[in-house]
Every structure is written in structure tokens, then in C-alpha cells.
């Protein structure tokens, strides 16, 4: 099962919206809407940020949403602040009845 | 609160085995999917195996089939990784992670602080 493709990095600055993609296959991301997405504060433990696309866990802010879109997932931050630069990952459930990371993108708050 | 405390790391040589735990408290441990995902150093969250609230059932990543065992003690509130015929590749931190619903399909809403496994000579 190949990881599912993330950009490397992106940026923007406070106050800004930024997206992240998450590219899969028919396989994964598009056959399911079991998509996660998770912040990761090198170190510390990781945090879901949304879960089934689209839901977000209480708790996080309603600054973070989801969306999907054929093979292809999102995650929206709007307002961006600086406690948001991380490291986010997604997640999806595969055909093989495994769950499947992306490779991670390194958000940076300028 | 819920939490989840790993434990069992530590260096082992290529071959070798090594058993880690979780264990849960603050939730109803047998209700949830719980899973294992690690982080190799500088690398991306690989998951690498789960298990079924309820039915028990078992999943396994490719990279681990047939050499790592998922098992739940419901009793204990405890999660188990035993992990045989360990390569350098499996060096990791390891995180246990709770579901948010019965099967690890849904995604993992809590996660412990994560055990470290070295696998050198």
C-alpha cells in the first residue's frame, strides 16, 4: 500500500487561509469516506484534527475543515496562527482493510 | 481523562523480539478500535497495525505481516504489540492510539506520548 501524496511543505502567514492536499487512489481516499487528518508538534503526542472527511472532533477549532474530492482530500486552515505551524498528516482506510498515511506536510507560520 | 501510557521500548538486535504495552484508562477500553502507529526517525506516521472494539478483529500493514501480533487484555485495559524477527527498518518511535469508533477505520482520536524501539548490533 503506497502512502498517499502530500505536498512537502506550505506556507502563509497570520491571519491567512492555507490548504493542504491529500492525493490517494480509487482504492483509498476515493472509495471511503474515512478520511482523518492529524497535527503533529514534533515530540508530542499527534492530535486528530478531523476525521470522516469532514467532522471535526470537539475541541478543535472550527478554524480547521475537510472536504474530498474524487482521489483527492483537504484540509483547510483559515485564520492562520502561529500555535498552527506543525507537521499535518492525513489518513485514509484502503480497500485491503488498512489504514494509510500520507508523507506529511510541514505547515510554517511566517 | 482519557489516556494512554506505552511501555516495552528499547535497543534490541536485528532478530530479536520485544513486546510493547498500552495502557488505557478513562474510557470504556473494549468498546474502541485501538492501533499502533510509529515514526521512524525523520519520517512520516506509518500505522502499522489495529484491532476491532468488540469482535477482536486484526489488521496488519504489509511491512509487519506474519512478524508483529496485536492482542487486547480488556481485563487489564491493555493493548499489546509483540513484535519477532525485528530489522533496523522497525526502528521507530511507536504510538498507541485509541479509535474514535469500533473499527480503526474511522481514525484515532487519542494517542500516548509513544515508546522508542531500537533495532541495532
Known amino acids: 500500500q503506497s502512502a498517499l501524496t502530500q505536498p512537502a511543505s506550505v506556507s502563509g502567514s497570520p491571519g491567512q487561509s492555507i490548504t493542504i492536499s491529500c492525493t490517494g487512489t480509487?482504492?483509498?481516499?476515493?472509495?471511503?469516506?474515512?478520511v482523518s487528518w492529524y497535527q503533529h508538534h514534533p515530540g508530542k503526542a499527534p492530535k486528530l484534527m478531523i476525521y470522516?472527511?469532514?467532522n471535526r472532533p470537539s475541541g478543535v477549532s472550527d478554524r480547521f475543515s475537510g472536504s474530498k474530492s474524487g482521489n483527492t482530500a483537504s484540509l483547510t486552515i483559515s485564520g492562520l496562527q502561529a500555535e498552527d505551524e506543525a507537521d499535518y498528516y492525513c489518513?485514509?482506510?484502503?480497500?485491503?482493510?488498512?489504514?494509510?498515511f500520507g508523507g506529511g506536510t510541514k505547515l510554517t507560520v511566517l | 481523562e482519557v489516556q494512554l501510557l506505552e511501555s516495552g521500548g528499547g535497543l534490541v538486535q536485528p532478530g530479536g523480539s520485544l513486546r510493547l504495552s498500552c495502557a488505557a484508562s478513562?474510557?470504556?477500553?473494549?468498546?474502541?478500535?485501538m492501533s499502533w502507529v510509529r515514526q521512524a526517525p525523520g519520517k512520516g506516521l506509518e500505522w502499522v497495525s489495529g484491532?476491532?472494539?468488540?469482535?477482536?478483529?486484526?489488521y496488519y500493514a504489509d511491512s509487519v505481516k506474519g512478524r508483529f501480533t496485536i492482542s487486547r487484555d480488556s481485563s487489564r485495559n491493555t493493548l499489546y504489540l509483540q513484535m519477532n524477527s525485528l530489522r533496523a527498518e522497525d526502528t521507530a518511535v511507536y504510538y498507541c492510539?485509541?479509535?474514535?469508533?469500533?473499527?480503526?477505520?474511522?481514525?484515532?482520536?487519542?494517542w500516548g506520548q509513544g515508546t522508542t524501539v531500537t533495532v541495532s548490533s
Open positions: 492510539a485509541k479509535g474514535v469508533g469500533a473499527k480503526p477505520k474511522y481514525g484515532m482520536d487519542v
Open positions: 478513562g474510557f470504556t477500553f473494549s468498546t474502541y478500535a
Open positions: 484491532v476491532s472494539g468488540s469482535s477482536g478483529t486484526t
Open positions: 480509487s482504492s483509498d481516499v476515493g472509495a471511503y469516506n474515512y
Open positions: 470522516e472527511v469532514s
Open positions: 489518513s485514509s482506510y484502503t480497500s485491503s482493510t488498512t489504514v494509510v
